[in-house]
């Protein structure tokens, strides 16, 4: 059975930062087809405004959303069999659920906007930035 479980989240002030880790066990995550990072907005829909932050491709390639570009960085750790998402220069708007999640679909491709693609899904965990 393949797990995600997610550590990291918490209380920050504004323009520090914040790494989060999603452990992956039942898999390895060099064969996800693609691996990535998504957060929910407080108040907001979980069915329809989630956003897809950034994705990791079994290639190595990495895609971004326009609101953390530059600050934030996906990265995979194959020995640790770990996700990480490293955030800096934190805004109060990064405020939100943050999952980790994973598929293995080699016809889905690696997509943010393609949320219904990831088939694993970790437990979430709240990141909360003030100023």
């Known amino acids: 059975q393949v797990q995600l479980v997610l550590s990291g989240g918490g209380l920050v002030q504004a323009v520090e930062s914040l790494n989060l880790a999603c452990v992956v066990s039942?898999?390895?995550?060099?064969?996800?087809?693609?691996m990535g990072w998504f957060r929910q907005a407080p108040g907001t829909d979980p069915d329809t405004e989630r956003e897809?932050?950034?994705?990791?491709?079994?290639?190595?390639?990495?895609s971004y959303g326009d609101s953390v570009k530059g600050r934030f960085t996906i990265s995979r750790d194959n020995a640790k069999n770990t996700l990480y998402l490293q955030m800096t220069s934190l805004k109060a708007e990064d405020s939100a659920i943050y999952f980790c999640?994973?598929?293995?679909?080699?016809?889905?491709?690696?997509?943010?906007?393609?949320?219904?693609?990831?088939?694993?899904w970790g437990q979430g965990t709240q990141v909360t930035v003030y100023t």
């Open positions: 999640a994973a598929h293995t679909n080699i016809w889905a491709g690696c997509n943010r906007g393609y949320e219904s693609a990831f088939t694993h």
């Open positions: 039942g898999y390895t995550v060099s064969g996800f087809r693609c």
């Open positions: 897809g932050v950034a994705v990791l491709s079994l290639d190595g390639s990495a």
